[in-house]
């Protein structure tokens, strides 16, 4: 139980501590920060695919520690992908092997 309790309040510590690093981007430092183009962040702002905020409703600004979570969260779903593409080849490969012995029988 005391180990349990450790773990969360320094968790709770990494997340502040990270909340208190992060600060507000504009488009420009975004663009530098994730090493965008400016018109490919802007095709992602416009599709709703980045978490972005326009407080007046014209200027865009993203935070920094989102970036990083929406940057890492892609990163997880594509090795996800990645491993159920090889699976799948796998399968294929599998059955494909198969239909030669099959073949070869007839």
Known sequence: MKKDAIVNQLEEIKSLIKKGDDKP??????CAYL?????????LTY???IPHYKPSGKML???KMELDEWIFSKEQSA???????????????DASDHS???????
């Open 79 to 93: 090795k996800s992908k990645v491993t159920e593409e090889n699976e799948d080849e796998e399968e294929e490969e």
């Open 35 to 43: 090493g965008f183009a400016p018109s490919y962040l802007y095709k």
């Open 100 to 106: 030669k012995f099959d073949y070869e029988l007839l």
């Open 61 to 63: 600004f993203f935070s």
């Open 25 to 30: 981007l504009n488009f420009k430092g975004a």
């Open 47 to 49: 599709r709703k695919i």
